[in-house]
């Protein structure tokens, strides 16, 4: 069954560890609109904001775009969620801004502190919480490298909180970006090595 068995344990790590930080977690909650579709975990934080998560695979999730965000817009219509906060494994691309990316294979506690980093980044929890996930992400023995945090901008909050010199995260952000726009595939050989063709006319 594909990824079916990695991915059931690891969600339910991701929510185990969440919930520590989050609070108020359920999971698997059914929609009423459509008794066959179910949220994947659902958080209330202190100050009362209800976020609904959901863990997108990238085998089962590859080419369900439309899917997913029909059911995202049903889980806030139904009054499940506030908001939908979808985590993304590569190569699926976040479906909105609020959306996750991780690498394939990536350990639940990495894969949570992106999200919580994220959900601090993209203002959706209240100023108590941003504060014990800041608190909680200080203690923490992961701390994630910039291949595991995939936005920038949460890749330099990470830094803000842990004290990490802002200049040298900059500098790692702008090389990845120049990586990006690299042509796959190809490389740029030096003068020295290139070979002038001559006509023999």
Partial sequence: ??????????????????????????QDLKLPSDGRMHLDMRFRT????????????????AGNEAAD????????????ADLVVRIREDPLAALSPYDVVIRHKESAPTVVIATLLHLVHMAV??????????AILVASSTAPSIESITCD????????IRHAEYEYRWNEIKRRRRAARRPA?????????RHQVFDKD
């Avoid at 202190?46 to 999730?61: N, P, S």
């Avoid at 901008?153 to 803000?160: I, P, R």
């Fill in 46 to 61: 202190a100050g009362g904001d209800t976020i609904g998560l959901e863990y997108d695979g990238a085998y089962w999730h």
């Fill in 153 to 160: 901008e949460c890749w330099l909050l990470d830094g803000s």
């Fill in 1 to 26: 069954m594909g990824d079916q068995p990695r991915s059931s344990r690891l969600e339910t790590q991701i929510f185990d560890l969440l919930n520590f930080v989050l609070g108020g977690g359920e």
């Fill in 125 to 134: 929890v209240d100023a108590q919480t941003a504060h014990r996930i800041s």
């Fill in 185 to 193: 595939g190809k490389t740029v050989r030096r003068a020295s090595q």
């Fill in 69 to 80: 965000q029909r059911k995202a817009h049903r889980v806030v219509a139904d009054g499940i």
